[in-house]
């Protein structure tokens, strides 16, 4: 879901120097200047082009209780990042979110490496379903994390090794986990491991629980393949209110979390927030970033309320670059054009995945999924104009910067 961390040809690059001009983007606010009157829409239609589809890919896999092989197209794309000069997307296959076998037996989801060009490089199989996909730029791998909602664990990926021998699975050190749900999403910070502690109170106490963490860092032994959790900050943390236009803006407020989901890390030139990890907490709208420079607790933690339930979120760097996006909808993986704004947020907006959703969804007041700006002062969440392709977009999102430009460090999504 989201900006992730980047490599260029698989070696770590340092951070591209942000011009003075992205200083004065959509929400950086000059001295003196008002939040609001900083910020606004920006106007423009993006074209969506499908690189690739499923239905053209194919995995095998041995049903569950079979020892006969079954071979089906690739489905469900979700997270995706970048590695290189090449992406990486989790296909989920039809696999539960505690790890259900789909409806044809099947227990494995498939990542699928392939170009910025949509022509497929490698693939590898994890049992599970996969949630977040990040690429790490310090170890040149790619994790995935599968079963968001419980029996979760997490796989490291190594794109030079065969596709038989390439994923390794690493079990959690804590079963179940302290938040009792699976894991989400993955972004890598300061060569840090955070994954988000997705569908808390699954089992036991629903959420939400001041015990229950709602980020984790991780620490992976690669003798033991135990993936090791620590709490980050918790569901019911107090928080800042950041909505500029609140009353409240600037008080504390306890949070109250019960859907820790997508998370990333906000760019240098992302305007507000910049440099800060943040969580999305889908279905209770709401967007907590954390300040980890700050040495009081009353300001490590702020909190933007959303008009919309969202997931990934991604900030453009530059107008000539490309969004690559998933789209479960239509089994497909495509690239967004233009017209970008540097620093202007965008997002996945998710109707259907707020808590006061209804059961059957899409539904009136409630639309599928739709690409959003989002305005990182107030939390307003407007959809763009798109023409193209067809295009649902699923909740992965990675940017890629036009060639001249900086590839600039990210997270997660």
């Known amino acids: 879901m989201g900006p992730r961390s980047i490599?260029?040809?698989?070696?770590?690059?340092?951070?591209?120097?942000?011009?003075?001009?992205?200083?004065?983007?959509?929400g950086a606010v000059p001295s003196g200047a008002s939040p609001t009157a900083a910020t606004g829409s920006w106007r423009g239609t993006y074209e969506v082009r499908q690189i690739l589809s499923g239905v053209s890919l194919r995995h095998s896999f041995r049903p569950a209780g079979t020892s006969a092989v079954k071979t089906e197209p690739l489905t469900d794309p979700d997270d995706i990042t970048r590695l290189g000069d090449d992406l990486f997307v989790g296909f989920q296959n039809g696999v539960g979110p505690q790890g259900q076998a789909s409806s044809d037996g099947n227990l494995d989801s498939t990542v699928l490496e392939l170009t910025l060009a949509g022509h497929p490089v490698a693939q590898w199989d994890v049992v599970g379903k996969t949630d977040g996909v990040t690429a790490d730029p310090y170890t040149g791998r790619v994790i995935a994390t599968v079963n968001e909602d419980l029996n979760s664990a997490l796989y490291v990926i190594n794109p030079e090794a065969p596709s038989a021998t390439g994923a390794t699975r690493y079990s959690y050190s804590e079963n179940p986990l302290p938040h009792n749900g699976g894991t989400d999403a993955i972004s890598i910070m300061h060569g840090t491991i955070y994954i988000s502690a997705s569908a808390p109170g699954t089992v036991g106490m629903p959420a939400p629980e001041a015990s229950y963490p709602a980020v984790y860092s991780v620490t992976l032994n690669s003798s033991t393949k135990v993936a090791t959790v620590a709490p980050v900050f918790f569901d019911e943390a107090v928080a800042t209110v950041a909505n500029a236009e609140s009353p409240h803006f600037g008080d504390p407020t306890r949070l109250a979390l019960t859907d820790p989901d997508s998370n990333e890390v906000?760019?240098?030139?992302?305007?507000?927030?910049?440099?800060?990890?943040?969580?999305?907490?889908?279905?209770?709208?709401?967007?907590?970033?954390?300040?980890?420079?700050?040495?009081?607790?009353?300001?490590?933690?702020?909190?933007l309320s959303l008009s919309q339930s969202v997931d990934d979120t991604t900030w453009p760097s530059d107008?000539?670059?490309?969004?690559?996006?998933?789209?479960?909808?239509?089994?497909?993986?495509?690239?967004?054009?233009?017209p970008f704004r540097a620093g202007q947020p965008l997002a996945v907006a998710t109707p259907c995945g707020a808590n006061s959703a209804p059961a059957t969804c899409p539904a009136p007041g409630f639309p599928a999924n739709f690409l959003a700006s989002l305005n990182p002062w107030t939390g307003q969440v407007s959809?763009?104009?798109?023409?193209?392709?067809?295009?649902?977009?699923?909740?992965?999102?990675?940017?890629?910067?036009?060639?001249?430009?900086?590839?600039?460090?990210?997270?997660d999504h």
């Open 7 to 26: 490599l260029l040809g698989r070696l770590v690059v340092a951070a591209a120097i942000v011009p003075l001009s992205l200083l004065f983007v959509f």
């Open 266 to 303: 906000v760019p240098e030139y992302g305007s507000r927030f910049g440099n800060e990890f943040m969580l999305t907490s889908q279905g209770d709208l709401e967007q907590i970033f954390l300040n980890p420079y700050s040495a009081s607790p009353t300001t490590r933690l702020s909190v």
């Open 319 to 338: 107008p000539s670059g490309s969004l690559y996006s998933t789209d479960s909808t239509n089994d497909a993986v495509d690239v967004v054009r233009g």
């Open 383 to 411: 959809p763009v104009s798109i023409s193209g392709a067809p295009y649902v977009p699923q909740g992965g999102l990675v940017f890629v910067p036009g060639r001249g430009h900086g590839y600039p460090d990210g997270g």
